[in-house]
């Protein structure tokens, strides 16, 4: 299947999936977001993948969402429609049958750090920062971030990050634990890819109850 957003490519017995919208410094669409649950489905089954690796290339991870797309929103109901396409794309992440790593470079913001949560581990390189900018603009983080980060990194650090929307550097979500891995810059999708070939490893149903 070919895709208008995202890259996909073999990596031993792992699916690497890029998000591939450098015009917009990989603004997650709606298109973006069908094309992901797509990919991500069609990796599930395959008894030839292991692991799934999301990246968004070597410069940024993700800018947030398209806001051509969020400006449309005009109506409650459209509201509920729009954030349930972010609800179903993030619960297909988490909820795959795979290991699925996110691998972090430069900026990883708003939507960006709606999705990468998702994922079950987050490789972070040294130029990645990260921030929730919703309250900037007097709107809400509403695909799942409110709850996912109070979780990863505790009540205090997530509503420091919600309330000032100052980036966090790498340094700092590597010792509140929003990234599990810190590499230098440009090694975050080699970094994810060290990892994956030791849980090629083990058995897959282990990995995935």
Same mark, same amino acid.
């Given at each position: 299947? +070919?895709?208008?957003?995202?890259?996909?490519?073999?990596?031993?017995?792992?699916?690497?999936?890029?998000?591939?919208?450098?015009?917009?410094?990989?603004?997650?669409?709606?298109?973006?977001?069908?094309?992901? &649950?797509?990919?991500?489905?069609?990796?599930?089954?395959?008894?030839?993948?292991?692991?799934?690796? &999301?990246?968004?290339?070597?410069?940024?991870?993700?800018?947030?969402?398209?806001?051509?797309?969020?400006?449309?929103?005009?109506?409650?109901?459209?509201?509920?429609?729009?954030?349930?396409?972010?609800?179903?794309?993030?619960? +297909?992440?988490?909820?795959?049958?795979?290991?699925? &790593?996110?691998?972090?470079?430069?900026?990883?913001? +708003?939507?960006?750090?709606?999705?990468?949560?998702?994922?079950?581990?987050?490789?972070?390189?040294?130029?990645?920062?990260?921030?929730?900018?919703? =309250?900037?603009?007097?709107?809400?983080?509403?695909?799942? =971030?409110?709850?996912?980060?109070?979780? &990863?990194?505790? +009540?205090?650090?997530?509503?420091?990050?919600?309330?000032?929307?100052?980036?966090?550097?790498?340094?700092?979500?590597?010792?509140?634990?929003?990234?599990?891995?810190?590499?230098?810059?440009?090694?975050?999708?080699?970094?994810?890819?060290?990892?994956?070939?030791?849980?090629?490893?083990?058995?897959?149903?282990?990995?995935?109850?």
């Amino acid at each position: 299947m +070919t895709y208008e957003t995202l890259r996909v490519d073999r990596y031993g017995l792992a699916c690497v999936i890029t998000l591939h919208r450098p015009d917009k410094r990989n603004a997650i669409s709606v298109l973006t977001m069908y094309e992901l &649950i797509a990919a991500l489905k069609s990796a599930e089954p395959a008894q030839h993948t292991r692991e799934v690796i &999301i990246t968004g290339g070597p410069e940024f991870f993700a800018s947030g969402a398209d806001l051509n797309g969020a400006l449309k929103v005009k109506t409650a109901s459209q509201g509920t429609e729009y954030f349930k396409r972010w609800h179903r794309l993030n619960s +297909t992440v988490e909820e795959i049958d795979k290991p699925v &790593i996110a691998a972090i470079e430069g900026f990883c913001i +708003t939507g960006g750090l709606e999705l990468a949560p998702t994922c079950d581990l987050q490789v972070g390189a040294e130029s990645s920062s990260y921030a929730i900018t919703s =309250s900037r603009i007097g709107t809400v983080a509403g695909a799942g =971030s409110t709850q996912r980060l109070l979780r &990863i990194v505790g +009540t205090a650090q997530a509503l420091d990050m919600l309330f000032a929307v100052d980036p966090v550097d790498s340094a700092q979500a590597y010792r509140i634990g929003l990234i599990n891995r810190l590499k230098p810059k440009d090694g975050a999708l080699d970094g994810a890819k060290a990892m994956i070939s030791v849980y090629a490893q083990r058995p897959p149903s282990a990995l995935r109850w």
